[in-house]
């Protein structure tokens, strides 16, 4: 069988397999509906405004009361993802040898092998006609991605 040379690169720029429920994962775009509710950062958070407006006062037990109320309430919407496509999605999240992101241009979905994305950011980056470098570290998470350039 004869690959044509959109699917040659793909198998290349990848190096990890992706399975026909990727492929329907990617054909969707990024618009899922997972079924999961937040449920734990809802609580976080009405517990951190009860922190600010005193965690013993009346207002926060009524914030807490209501908070518990539209956590009974909520409903969850339909989900649009099937079980093997629900796995396939969890198989792609912990997968940290490729990253999925949206072409800048066509609205895709782009799945590239992460050190050939970092490769490239850092051939980018070390362009000094076009960037040019800081005298200080500014985001700390780009210098353990990226590490100096």
Do not use: W
């Amino acid at each position: 069988m004869r690959l044509s040379t959109e699917e040659q690169m793909r198998r290349e720029y990848i190096r990890s397999p992706i399975g026909p429920e990727e492929t329907q994962l990617f054909q969707r775009g990024l618009n899922f509906a997972l079924t999961q509710f937040p449920t734990n950062e809802c609580i976080t958070a009405a517990e951190s405004a009860c922190r600010l407006i005193g965690a013993d006062s009346d207002r926060a037990e009524t914030l807490r009361a209501e908070c518990v109320q539209v956590l009974k309430q909520a409903t969850l919407p339909t989900s649009n993802v099937s079980k093997g496509e629900r796995a396939a999605l969890k198989r792609l999240k912990q997968d940290s040898s490729i990253m999925i992101l949206l072409a800048d241009k066509g609205r895709a979905v782009v799945v590239m092998n992460s050190q050939d994305y970092r490769d490239k950011a850092k051939a980018l980056l070390s362009d000094t006609t076009t960037y040019q470098p800081l005298g200080r570290k500014t985001h700390s998470a780009v210098y353990t991605c990226f590490g100096t350039v």
